[in-house]
């Protein structure tokens, strides 16, 4: 009896210490993204809390509202002595931040600072380094690149030795992102591939959607058309599977576009038409007219003049002269067309209107190919020396064009040659995981067994137990996106474009008008290495303060990376967004730098897009955007373009 006694004393001291001890240490494990409680038996509390992470983090969130409506519901179930949890709410927080009103940047800087500051941040790596990463976010918002670099690749760097392959896909594609803005084309497609199939593997699809778009959106910008068409049609997969007809029709003219450029015609024809007689079913007049416009193109190629000019007619009734880029060419190919009608009067009118629809948005592609048929025409009337003049501009454009497109192949066979070790990488990474995952679940079966060990009453292997369980709390915990801006006080990246995304679909849902202005500073390193990186601080602050002095109600202003800005101009018609863009580019240049040293000036480049009916993804806006402001940078910086890809 005495040694019965004595052995169920000891079980209930044994079981009571480690109770205290896991009370004190409070490292519930972390298996698959949900936390558990030191004895793996959730509450209903620790359950709906751990299901509402799981939906915030999934791709089935889709609004704001929702995922303020989940995260103030997890704060009236959270509990102070609920660590784990507690550690990735602080990560869903820093999400929380409004960087679009003033001082929250800050704040949200101040927040990410203290929560990494906290004891128990240090056992919870993935929550960590998600912290980290947002601290980085944030600073890139202030106009810290250098910082905000150096803090993406240390958290990559930690996120690959640690085998988290989400964090290293964020990583990398935020870090892609801010390379891409910067005109490192070559280093931001190797992050943004490396992501994008990181992002594949792990079945985020959104993410892989939104990085392949963006991918082959930079192989043509700089003009690579056979890597574009090769993403364009990983696009057109997608589309198909899913079986969204206005995404597969969309990128149908994207990839007629893209063949035409390749010289492949019927290819192109077939396109064209498949997408012009979905939109004429669908009863979009606009967009229908807008194919029609490559109809005519290819058909003129093809040497079908009647036919052409019939889509041409047929556009003619519905394109705007506001239509940049649709209207521009439809007048180019109608001139094109008139001359093989030996129609030159005609032909020289279309031309002219062509003209200055192509000068008003600084589209270099257009002009060049408008000078090689202003040359023929002219030729055709016998006038040679006007021909010469045309001809000799023409050359002059191309050439800038070839170094272009030269620069931009260049950049496509480094990746491709880093693609298989970028491969190799990404399938390293996914084993390692896999073997990680086989490691959790022998580690949770093993602590069942020691718990069972606990209750029979054995002091040693509680102890063991202990230890075990805290040991295996290291690389298993979630993380967080947090990011602070502290220079411009600006709007982050992050909060920018959700504001984006929410103005494009309320636009596009009650087709109100919906502008964007994409601008940067121009030769910004030359800036920074002549006054010095404070000097540059300083000019970053003052344009920042000029872009939001232009601001009317709910127009906002961010900074996407570097020297780069994005505003938003709900509500707002091209012509006004035109004329406000105008309007930063000479209040930047007129600013007063008196403060700055001796000879410092500053000027910028800004490229305006409006929603068009064709639009089906904010990035089409933003992307056409991008490419007037290249069309900006290439006649003569120091100016607004607007352009439509």
């Given at each position: ?43 209903a ?419 063991l ?7 295996s709390?290291k ?15 600006l ?9 984006a995304?929410?103005?494009?679909e ?34 970053l ?36 967004a ?9 209040s930047?240049k ?9 000879g410092?000036?500053l ?7 409006t ?9 089409t806006?933003?992307?056409r ?21």
């Open positions: 009896m005495a040694i019965t006694r004595t052995l169920t004393l000891s079980l209930c001291i044994c079981f009571l210490l480690f109770f205290n001890v896991c009370k004190a240490s409070t490292q519930p494990m972390t298996i698959g993204g949900e936390a558990n409680t030191e004895t793996s038996v959730l509450s509390k620790q359950l709906r809390i751990d299901s509402l992470f799981l939906y915030i983090d999934s791709e089935e969130m889709d609004s704001a509202e929702e995922f303020e409506t989940a995260m103030a519901e997890i704060e009236s179930l959270l509990t102070t002595d609920d660590i784990a949890r507690q550690a990735r709410f602080l990560r869903f927080q820093c999400r929380q931040f409004d960087d679009i009103q003033e001082g929250e940047t800050e704040k949200a800087i101040a927040f990410a600072t203290q929560s990494l500051a906290k004891p128990f941040m240090d056992q919870y790596h993935q929550d960590r380094l998600d912290l980290e990463l947002c601290k980085s976010w944030y600073i890139e918002r202030s106009g810290d690149f250098d910082t905000a670099v150096a803090g993406y690749s240390a958290v990559i760097k930690e996120a690959t030795q640690r085998q988290e392959l989400l964090l290293i896909a964020d990583g990398r594609s935020i870090r892609g992102g801010l390379l891409r803005y910067q005109g490192l084309f070559s280093q931001a497609l190797e992050d943004l591939i490396i992501a994008h199939d990181l992002y594949v593997k792990l079945d985020r699809q959104l993410e892989a959607e939104d990085l392949l778009a963006g991918i082959a959106t930079a192989f043509r910008q700089m003009g690579n058309y056979k890597n574009a068409l090769k993403y364009y049609l990983q696009i057109e997969a997608k589309h198909t599977e899913d079986s969204n007809l206005d995404g597969f029709n969309y990128i149908q003219v994207m990839i007629g576009i893209t063949e035409e450029e390749l010289g492949h015609l019927d290819e192109a024809l077939n396109r064209f038409m498949q997408a012009y007689q979905y939109w004429e079913a669908q009863g979009d007049l606009v967009v229908r007219a807008e194919v029609a416009v490559n109809l005519a193109s290819a058909l003129i190629h093809m040497q079908d003049i009647p036919q052409a000019m019939a889509y041409l007619d047929e556009a003619e009734e519905v394109i705007e002269p506001d239509n940049f880029q649709t209207y521009s060419f439809m007048k180019l190919f109608r001139a094109q067309a008139l001359l093989v009608n030996n129609q030159l009067d005609e032909a020289h009118i279309n031309l002219e209107a062509a003209r200055q629809s192509f000068d008003s948005v600084s589209n270099l592609r257009g002009t060049e190919q408008l000078l090689e048929l202003e040359s023929k025409l002219f030729f055709q009337q016998k006038d040679y020396l006007q021909a010469y003049t045309s001809l000799t501009r023409y050359l002059e454009v191309h050439q800038q064009l070839n170094r272009q497109r030269t620069s931009g192949q260049t950049i496509a066979m480094r990746t491709q040659f880093n693609s298989q070790q970028i491969e190799l990488e990404n399938k390293h990474l996914v084993e390692n995981q896999k073997l990680k995952q086989h490691e959790v679940e022998i580690l949770e079966i093993n602590k069942l067994q020691q718990l069972i060990i606990i209750v029979m009453g054995s002091m040693i292997l509680i102890i137990a202990v230890l075990t369980f805290k040991q709390q690389n298993r915990f979630l993380s967080v996106l947090a990011m602070t801006d502290h220079l411009t006080q709007p982050n990246r992050r909060h920018i474009y959700q504001k995304q929410s103005f494009f309320h636009a596009r849902h009650n087709k109100h008008p919906f502008s964007v202005i994409t601008f940067d500073a121009d030769h910004f390193k030359l800036v920074n290495d002549t006054f010095g990186h404070e000097a540059g601080d300083i000019a602050q003052h344009i920042a303060n000029s872009a939001q002095s232009l601001m009317r109600n709910n127009q906002i202003v961010g900074r996407t990376g570097g020297e780069e800005f994005l505003i938003l101009l709900p509500a707002t018609s091209l012509t006004a035109m004329r406000i863009a105008t309007q930063l580019v000479n930047v007129e600013a007063d730098y008196s403060a700055l040293p001796t410092f000036s000027t910028i480049s800004a490229g305006v897009s929603l068009q009916a064709s639009d089906l993804q904010l990035a806006l933003i992307n955007a991008d490419d007037a402001l290249y069309s900006a940078k290439n006649a003569g910086r120091n100016q607004a373009a607007c352009q439509k890809c």
